[in-house]
């Protein structure tokens, strides 16, 4: 089994340090400098952000709108929304950073790894064959090689395009014959 290992990250998730006040998605939901709060798209119900402090390059949020601690108590508006962002990030994702795999995923509670709690969002990171080097293994370093600002740049146009969801080209499969007879 694989495993993502993200040492760096320890210290922001640990520290105990004074967080600012409020919700730093609410904030960022309410802001109106999108660029400056690193929001690439807002939907209807859901918002796409860019993580400060991100595993690999193209490390995106996907996050409701409304402050939520978990999936139960958001609406399948809300949930259908967060999915079809999903689908374009991978798109958008694919097209610019051309990744081997894309891993979604959500951690729910401190427990459960969430550096944000009491407002849950969908990680959508892109991953590479080999992503790790030996910063990370020796040094407990992280190498990311791209700016914040640039993913921006990178990313926003892609996923902003026409405002309709992108999809990946379907890929056609025979049915199953198991169990057939």
């Known amino acids: 089994m694989e495993k993502l290992f993200s040492p760096w990250r320890l210290r ?3 520290s105990g340090r ?6 730093v998605f609410c ?3 309410r802001g109106r400098d999108d660029r400056a709060n690193l929001v690439l ?3 209807k119900t859901n918002f796409v952000i860019l993580n400060k402090y991100p595993y690999n390059n193209g490390h995106l949020m996907i996050v409701p709108f409304e402050h939520l601690p978990s999936l139960a108590q958001a609406s399948p508006s809300v949930l259908e929304e967060m999915i079809h962002l999903a689908v374009r990030c991978e798109t958008a994702l694919r097209s610019i950073y051309h990744p ?13 790894g969430a550096g944000i709690e009491g407002h849950f969002h969908l990680h959508v ?4 064959d080999g992503d790790t080097n030996f910063m990370t293994v020796v040094h407990g370093t992280r190498v990311i090689p791209e700016a914040l600002a640039v993913t921006y740049r990178r990313l926003r146009p892609q996923l902003v395009g026409d405002g309709h969801v992108a ?3 379907s890929r056609s499969r025979r049915p199953s014959r198991r169990g057939a007879r």
């Open 167 to 169: 999809t990946l080209p």
């Open 100 to 112: 081997s795999g894309i891993n979604l995923g959500m951690n729910l509670g401190r427990s459960a």
């Open 125 to 128: 990171v892109p991953r590479w």
């Open 18 to 23: 004074r967080k600012a006040a409020g919700c």
């Open 41 to 43: 798209l807002r939907g």
């Open 27 to 29: 904030r960022a939901r």
């Open 12 to 14: 922001y998730v640990s």
